[in-house]
Antibody, heavy 119, light 110 residues
């Protein structure tokens, strides 16, 4: 069974940093592109970033480019999101999601971790 | 890429059919048919319901179907049931090799 479990969320002050983790199990992690998606309270889904299986291809949404960094450790079956210079508008539930084997689809999602940026 | 446009809400009675539209630009949809639909219940993670415009993952009811014409994709739910209530989002893999989501539609079963 595919499982994705996010962790690392919490309360952080504006301008602060946070690192999110996503632990994957139930599939061969090192063969899949992985994504981060967020959802602000009461709002819609926003795709943030993906990293290919070998880490060779990385993409970011303009809203987080230069502030957020995606990374992965295939030996630990884990995906990460380093978030710097956090703003109030970054407050959201952050999901990791797996790219489908055929690409172009996010087929499995974690339950999410809440990040609150507030003083 | 700005968010794809969906109606804010759609409602129907049990047993009826409803259709949710998802409108974007040609660059939003790219050259591939990578349009997906997700169902989200309150406090839960999104669940994949349709991929590549028309395909259903294993375990998803055949009451859910997808289509696309030009720059508008659609999700139809037939035989509406109480459990279908929730938020629905379309998504596309764009010509810039990124993902874009729709604005979301709240489905209410009357």
């Amino acid at each position: 069974e595919v499982q994705l479990v996010e962790s690392g969320g919490g309360l952080v002050q504006p301008g602060g940093s946070l690192r999110l983790s996503c632990a994957a199990s139930g599939f061969t992690f090192n063969t899949y592109t992985m994504n981060w998606v967020r959802q602000a309270p009461g709002k819609g889904l926003e795709w943030l970033s993906y990293m290919s299986s070998s880490s060779s291809v990385i993409k970011y949404a303009d809203s987080v480019k230069g502030r957020f960094t995606i990374s992965r450790d295939n030996a630990k079956n884990s995906l990460y999101l380093q978030m710097n210079s956090l703003r109030a508008e970054d407050t959201a539930v952050y999901y990791c999601a797996r790219d489908s084997p055929w690409g172009g689809t996010l087929d499995y999602w974690g339950q999410g971790t809440l990040v609150t940026v507030s003083s | 890429h700005s968010a794809l446009t969906q109606p804010a809400s759609v409602s129907g009675s049990p047993g009826q059919s409803i259709t949710i539209s998802c409108t974007g630009t040609s660059s939003d949809f790219g050259t591939f048919n990578y349009v997906s639909w997700y169902q989200q219940h309150p406090g839960k993670a999104p669940k994949l319901m349709i991929y590549e415009v028309t395909n259903r993952p294993s375990g998803v009811s055949n009451r859910f179907s997808g289509s696309k014409s030009g720059n508008t994709a659609s999700l139809t739910i037939s035989g509406l049931q109480a459990e279908d209530e929730g938020d629905y989002y379309c998504s596309s893999y764009t010509s810039s090799s990124t993902y874009v989501f729709g604005t979301g539609t709240k489905v209410t079963v009357l």
